[in-house]
């Protein structure tokens, strides 16, 4: 099953408008053979969605999940982010686009008290794997993919031919900001000589 989203939804519902890319999916809604949603924001989600990733332009973004239940009550989420940022290179300044493409696999399960020592339960153990909490019985797949994004946004954009110079500070240290300062210190006697 296939779902497409170009940020407008009936069904699953849209949330907050604090979140720049907010779409809530109930576990209940998710069938035992899975649900697949395919989602690609309009450009006013997008800019939302720069302006909090902090970059200067979002032309492309889509995201992939392939919804599981997992367990009683819990979800398997398997997807992709895919995007085109734009951003400053740290050297020269000048604008460049860089591609972003990120794996998503992450579990999620609802807020569980810590189990006595002879506790049974039904629910598979899922060692190795860090649990993401469900809220209210629901996931944002908005959030998680605009998570996904800004942790796979390069902090430090380089255009390849860019090279940085970095000056010799003894052979400009007229031009050091506190050169004047250090003059008028050499010109005056020490203290307490």
């Not at 989600?45 to 332009?57: D, F, H, L, N, P």
């Not at 050297?91 to 686009?97: G, H």
């Not at 996904?148 to 400009?172: T, W």
Request: aromatic share 4%; proline share 9%; hydrophobic share 40%.
């Amino acid at each position: 099953m296939s779902e497409q989203s170009s940020g407008k939804q009936t069904s699953p519902k849209q949330t907050s408008p604090n979140p720049p890319w907010s779409l809530t999916v109930a576990v209940a809604e998710i069938p035992e053979t899975g649900k697949r949603f395919d989602l690609v924001p309009d450009a006013q989600r997008r800019e939302a969605i720069a302006r909090v990733a902090a970059v200067a332009a979002l032309p492309r973004l889509k995201a992939g999940f392939e919804l599981t239940r997992h367990g009683r009550d819990g979800l398997r989420v398997v997807g992709f982010v895919s995007a085109t940022v734009e951003q400053n290179c740290v050297v020269t300044l000048e604008p460049i686009q860089s591609e972003v493409e990120e794996a998503i696999d992450l579990v999620f399960a609802p807020p569980r008290p810590l189990p006595s020592e002879h506790a049974v339960t039904d629910e598979p153990k899922v060692l190795g794997e860090d649990l993401e909490i469900l809220h209210d019985g629901m996931i944002d797949l908005g959030a998680v993919a605009t998570e996904f994004l800004i942790l796979g946004i390069d902090l430090y954009p380089r255009k390849p031919e860019a090279v940085f110079d970095a000056s010799n500070p003894e052979e400009n240290a007229a031009d050091l900001p506190f050169a004047a300062l250090a003059a008028l210190k050499k010109g005056k006697p020490e203290q307490g000589s």
